[in-house]
């Protein structure tokens, strides 16, 4: 199950509104649709099928606390705290993990008083941190790449080796070689997200195509092909 949207409503007052993606297998989905139409009434309820395995489920229903606290501060869940764990098994699965990204780390522990009452067991804070996203370089990989640079590691020629690097960053030449790689990958891909996918250009007319070996070693570049010998 994917949370596409999560979001309350407009109306007074506020109700919670989930657009959700079931996966799973074609001879469950008509037990899957059965039980949510059970759980909620026709008007809270809409379920379009996507193809053989797939639902598309739009819920809306009372607007939990929680969710008010965090729609009012202006935070934003990285997580539902409703939905089990990926690796939760059992009709006893514990809640997942409700993770919230707030713009003031002061701002997470009224998120949490904000929702405590009198009859529920008062929430904990676990840990916190800042956010990170998958391209994001960590803080060994950032030091490795900007001493790399200001070296002259990326230089054409090179003005410092790979021992130079691991040197003045005090580390093994295969650390840095595998922090200076991660960085460098995670900094491609950063650009490949921001540009796109990238064709190749297609060979210029009048110009004949290399050979699948590769281009003549004997031939130099600049060359024109000789004609008549």
């Known amino acids: 199950m994917r949370l596409h949207v999560c979001r309350h409503t407009e109306e007074s007052p506020h109700r919670l509104l989930q657009l959700l993606e079931i996966n799973a297998t074609p001879d469950t989905l008509p037990e899957i649709t059965a039980f949510l139409r059970q759980r909620a009434s026709p008007e809270e309820v809409s379920i379009t099928q996507l193809g053989p395995h797939r639902l598309l489920v739009r819920l809306v229903g009372p607007l939990p606390a929680v969710c008010h606290s965090v729609f009012e501060m202006g935070a934003i869940c990285m997580s539902c705290p409703f939905l089990p764990s990926a690796d939760a098994q059992g009709d006893d699965a514990p809640e997942g993990e409700w993770r919230v990204l707030v713009q003031r ?44 640079f200001v070296l002259g590691y990326y230089d054409y020629p090179r003005r410092a080796q790979l021992k130079d690097v691991a040197k003045s960053l005090g ?21 490949h997200a921001e540009v796109g996918n990238v064709r190749p250009r297609s060979p210029s007319k009048g110009r004949p195509p290399v050979p699948a070996g590769g281009p003549d070693p004997n031939t130099h570049a600049g060359d024109a092909p000789s004609k008549g010998r």
Do not use: C, W
């Open 105 to 148: 780390v002061r701002d997470a522990r009224p998120l949490l008083a904000s929702f405590t009452k009198p009859d529920n067991s008062p929430a904990s804070l676990v840990r916190i941190g800042s956010y990170q996203g998958a391209h994001d370089l960590t803080a060994r990989q950032e030091i490795a790449v900007g001493t790399a």
């Open 171 to 191: 580390i093994s030449r295969a650390t840095a070689m595998e922090n200076l790689r991660r960085g460098m990958r995670k900094l491609a891909s950063q650009r």
